[in-house]
């Protein structure tokens, strides 16, 4: 069965960093492009950060440029979400989502999801 389990999410004051993990079983994420989407309370899913089959990365996020960074590790079959100068608006439930071809920040285009990991941010 095709799944993906999100792990990472904390509570972690104003400045502080996490790491998210989002590992894949059931298949292999080689031939898949992988995002991270964010949805905090009473807004919409956004797209955080992608990356392709080939490790090229697209973050169309402007709020997180330069914070976070998108990495992945096809040998254990997981993409990392490495969140640094955490903010109070970075609270969401984060979530990581496969699709095949290129990378979009639209959450309707990807067809995997995993369950989501809660991130607060507060003092």
């Known amino acids: 069965q095709l799944q993906f389990v999100e792990s990472g999410g904390d509570l972690v004051q104003p400045g502080g960093s996490l790491r998210l993990s989002c590992v894949a079983s059931?298949?292999?994420?080689?031939?898949?492009?992988i995002g991270w989407f964010r949805q905090a309370p009473g807004k919409q899913r956004e797209g955080v950060s992608c990356?392709?089959?080939?490790?090229?990365?697209?973050v169309p996020l402007v709020s997180v440029k330069g914070r976070f960074a998108i990495s992945r590790d096809n040998a254990k079959n997981t993409v990392y979400l490495q969140m640094n100068s955490l903010k109070p608006e970075d609270t969401a439930v984060y979530y990581c989502?496969?699709?095949?071809?290129?990378?979009?920040?639209?959450?309707?285009?990807?067809?995997?999801w995993g369950q989501g990991t809660q991130v607060t941010v507060s003092s």
């Open positions: 989502a496969a699709r095949r071809d290129i990378c979009t920040k639209f959450p309707a285009e990807y067809t995997y």
């Open positions: 059931g298949f292999t994420l080689d031939d898949l492009v």
């Open positions: 990356i392709s089959r080939r490790g090229d990365t697209f």
